[in-house]
């Protein structure tokens, strides 16, 4: 427990508890596994372009 306490000292700020850490933490990374989905859509080609959802 005292490594892991020791881990979140590194990314936390002054003052800052641990809940609200582990919040924007949670909250990055939910922001960076939709940035690896999108970039697989991309990748994939598997979107519909918005001139083509015009058309519908």
């Given at each position: 427990?005292?490594?892991?306490?020791?881990?979140?000292?590194?990314?936390?700020m002054k003052g800052?508890?641990?809940?609200?850490?582990?919040?924007?933490?949670?909250?990055?990374?939910?922001?960076?596994?939709?940035?690896?989905?999108?970039?697989?859509?991309?990748?994939?080609?598997d979107y519909m372009?918005?001139?083509?959802?015009?058309?519908?």
């Amino acid at each position: 427990m005292k490594e892991t306490q020791n881990a979140l000292k590194m990314p936390g700020m002054k003052g800052e508890s641990y809940d609200a850490l582990l919040r924007r933490l949670i909250e990055a990374a939910k922001c960076q596994m939709l940035h690896r989905e999108l970039d697989e859509i991309q990748r994939k080609g598997d979107y519909m372009k918005i001139d083509d959802i015009d058309a519908l």
